[in-house]
């Protein structure tokens, strides 16, 4: 059995980038961005007025002095002639302050009087304008990759792109196995089960930028898994679930490795997920799944999500775990790394009373997997542990 370190480090070597495409910016937000947005104007692209009021010499700015309002510049519209001694233009926020301006009186600090203003006697500070430049130039740019915000989408449209190139999302073939597995909805037989992983990691998956397939449940016989592997064929990744054991039942690896797969490890030093296996299958990147739902959906996270970023352009990293102080003990741990399902809140971190590898319903109220070393001592109420966010 290998580590978990090593498995995804050989999953890694199994995956690539998928590809580009271009899609119009209103399509962009969540997608990776593949190519380096570079601004093709300055914003603004002239100094502008940052709010309403009267634009006029700063050095004559003094109080109670009086200016002659000779026109209007309202954003979209500029006023056309020149500011000089004694004058004032009318100006709104966003409008192109006017030549020989250089400051706006906001309207509060001015009494208007037909065509003439006078200045309170204290003014508010500031000259209310934005230089020309001020939010970002021409050249300045939005780096790949990255994964598009709405905040980048907003400033990528500032700039005037109107299309970007992103990574294709990745196309995953998603196969349950088991003749044990009707779909929800199905009328199950006496001894049958609803499958539930596969719905589980396609929203897993699609989240993080993929498109997944769930294709027809591959029945506990060598002619229908080989049958829907090839429903697969065209895919970047093969994600099968369950059949990965040692039972008379588990195809998976046999009929893949009929089909060619080059397996690049089987077993993983893990709880839940033992019998995970990766490989390559034809182009296409292969993985097989543990069928317990808890080990099916933190296989997805420790290894698919890492593996489906790096399709999609990211570096190739694993998940970032982070820190949380223990509210309650735990147990030492035995050889294989144990992430259980725990609940993170204010006072800290705290495992779950059952960790059965086929309790969604734990699964679902966790919101954190504690990651525990191999052999990691008894730990106790206090100390810091690392956990992967869920
Ligand atoms: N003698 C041994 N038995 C088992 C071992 C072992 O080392 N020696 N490992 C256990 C561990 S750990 C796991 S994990 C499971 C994994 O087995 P398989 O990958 O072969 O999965 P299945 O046997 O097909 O299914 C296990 C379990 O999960 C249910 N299942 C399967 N697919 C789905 C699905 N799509 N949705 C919901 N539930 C699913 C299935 O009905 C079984 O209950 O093997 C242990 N056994
Ligand atoms: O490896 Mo199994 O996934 O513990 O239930």
Redesign the pocket.
């Known amino acids: 059995m290998i580590s978990v370190e090593e498995a995804l480090g050989r999953i890694f070597d199994l995956v690539g980038p998928v590809g580009t495409e271009t899609v119009p910016l209103a399509e962009a937000a969540g997608r990776i961005l593949a190519k380096t947005v570079t601004a093709t104007r300055d914003q603004p692209p002239f100094p502008a007025s940052a709010m309403d009021g009267y634009a006029l010499r700063g050095v004559e700015a003094d109080p109670e002095a009086q200016f002659k309002v000779i026109g209007e510049a309202k954003a979209g519209e500029r006023f056309t002639g020149k500011v000089g001694a004694g004058q004032t233009v009318r100006i709104f926020t966003g409008a192109p302050v006017p030549e020989g301006a250089d400051r706006v009186i906001i309207q509060e600090d001015v009494d208007l009087r037909g065509s003439l203003i006078t200045l309170h006697r204290d003014l508010s500070p500031g000259a209310n304008i934005r230089p020309a430049g001020n939010d970002f130039r021409v050249g300045d740019t939005v780096t790949a990759p990255r994964r598009l915000s709405p905040r980048d989408v907003a400033l990528i449209a500032s700039m005037n792109v109107p299309q970007v190139t992103v990574a294709r999302k990745p196309d995953i073939a998603l196969i349950?196995?088991?003749d044990?597995?009707v779909m929800p909805g199905e009328e199950p037989g006496p001894d049958q089960?609803?499958?539930?992983?596969?719905f589980g990691l396609k929203a897993m998956l699609e989240a993080e930028g993929a498109t997944v397939r769930l294709l027809p449940?591959a029945r506990d016989n060598a002619d229908s898994l080989r049958f829907v592997l090839g429903l697969a064929a065209s895919a970047d990744l093969v994600v099968t679930?369950?059949?990965?054991?040692?039972?008379d039942?588990?195809l998976?690896g046999p009929v893949a490795a009929e089909l060619g797969m080059e397996q690049a490890f089987y077993k993983v030093a893990m709880?839940?997920?033992?019998?995970l296996m990766a490989g390559k299958l034809g182009d296409a990147a292969m993985i097989?799944?543990?069928?317990?739902?808890v080990?099916?959906m933190v296989c997805g996270t420790v290894f698919i999500l890492p593996a489906l970023r790096v399709m999609l352009g990211l570096p190739a990293a694993p998940v970032t775990p982070q820190t949380a102080t223990l509210t309650a003990d735990l147990a030492s741990n035995g050889p294989r790394q144990h992430y259980m399902r725990a609940v993170l809140d204010e006072a800290g971190i705290a495992a779950m009373d059952r960790q059965d590898?086929?309790l969604?319903s734990v699964l679902a109220t966790a919101n954190a997997l504690i990651v525990r070393p191999p052999n990691d001592p008894e730990r106790a109420k206090g100390e810091i542990v690392e956990y992967l966010p869920l």
């Open positions: 349950a196995t088991g044990e597995l089960i609803i499958a539930s992983n596969s449940i679930i369950g059949g990965a054991s040692v039972g039942h588990d998976v709880r839940p997920g033992k019998p097989g799944l543990p069928g317990n739902p080990s099916a590898s086929a969604l």
